[in-house]
Nanobody, 120 residues
Framework: QVQLVESGGGLVQAGGSLRLSCAAS????????MGWYRQAPGNRRDLVAT???????NYADSVKGRFFISRDSAKHTVYLQMNSLKPEDTAVYYC??????????????WGQGTQVTVSS
């Protein structure tokens, strides 16, 4: 099983920046797409950004041009650089990885979440 550990959340004023990190550990055949999702109180968990093993990225419209996802495959780590933060970005941010196990099964692994709070 692959475990994901996020770090980098916190409290920031509107207009500020934060960088989230997510490190994967454990045994797997491969880690494919990695990404970030977020969930505000009372809301569903929504996609923020994803990045494939080949480096292709996808962003939610609400964060395009402000958030940037990157990946260090050698370190099994994915990052989310968040700029020009807005109060509506406040949420728990979850790291996700699509993992192929040694038996070729595909499964989703999730981190425990990190709180991002943007004050106005």
């Amino acid at each position: 099983q692959v475990q994901l550990v996020e770090s980098g959340g916190g409290l920031v004023q509107a207009g500020g920046s934060l960088r989230l990190s997510c490190a994967a550990s454990g045994i797997a055949f491969s880690i494919n797409t990695m990404g970030w999702y977020r969930q505000a109180p009372g809301n569903r968990r929504d996609l923020v950004a994803t990045i494939t093993g080949g480096g292709s990225t996808n962003y939610a419209d609400s964060v395009k041009g402000r958030f940037f996802i990157s990946r260090d495959s050698a370190k099994h780590t994915v990052y989310l650089q968040m700029n020009s933060l807005k109060p509506e970005d406040t949420a728990v941010y979850y790291c996700n990885a699509v993992v192929r196990s040694l038996t070729s099964a595909l499964y989703d692994s999730w981190g425990q979440g990190t709180q991002v709070t943007v004050s106005s």
